[in-house]
């Protein structure tokens, strides 16, 4: 029992290679830069393995850098929410452009209508490429994603639908001013903007 122990807080420190492993304990920030904390940069933990933005969020980031591998989490929004994940993040700058942010949005909200670009809705990353629309399940209730990183191919997956595949090989050529998309390797953020989300169930694979 106490070597399960120690292997389970391994795993949630590194990800053990070939292995889901949770990446939130569903208590406190540990592996987010905050042992022992329930509350980080306008993120708190809720009831039920929960985590929420609040009107102070900004940028929750991993302690650990990722190069490959595939993140699973749940979200939720409120109306008109707007977040994103970002991916390849250095840890200081704007996530979207130092590294690369897939959006978390409520898109069908009458504030955005005919203001966002494609790229801008849910599933996009940001500046780069537009993701497939209307797999999202009504605001309120809670979506399933997953997001895969290996080498230079990004994939995101929403309630089990494909709504996103690119190569950063082809951005790097069209958009080479883009100097995130060069990464292959980095934090994981959750970049809030004051909106109010719920995230659960947050788990990482990484890939050999």
């Known amino acids: 029992m106490i070597k399960a122990v120690l292997l389970s807080a391994a795993c949630l420190a590194t990800a053990c290679a070939g292995e889901f492993v949770d990446l939130f304990n569903g208590k406190e920030f540990t592996g987010w830069g905050a042992p022992g904390k329930t509350e980080r940069f306008g993120y708190v933990v ?9 009107a102070k969020c900004r940028f929750l980031i991993t302690d650990k850098e990722y190069e490959n591998y595939v993140f699973q989490f749940e979200f939720k929004l409120t109306p008109g929410a707007n977040n994103g994940l970002g991916i390849h993040y250095p840890g200081e700058g704007d996530a979207a452009y130092v590294g690369m942010e897939i959006q978390i949005l409520d898109g069908t909200h009458e504030k955005y209508a005919g203001k966002l670009k494609d790229y801008q809705e849910h599933g996009g990353l940001y500046t780069l490429k537009a993701a497939k629309q209307n797999h999202q399940k009504p605001v309120g209730e809670w979506n399933k994603q997953s997001v895969t990183v290996n080498g230079s191919l990004i994939k995101v997956e929403l309630n089990g639908v494909v709504i996103l595949e690119a190569n950063l090989d082809e951005i790097n050529k069209a958009k080479p001013e883009h100097e995130g998309a060069k990464r292959r390797k980095g934090h994981l953020a959750f970049c809030g903007h004051g909106d109010i989300i719920r995230v659960r ?3 990482i694979k990484e890939l050999k």
């Open 46 to 54: 809720e009831e039920g393995g929960v985590i929420a933005s609040t």
């Open 201 to 203: 169930n947050l788990k």
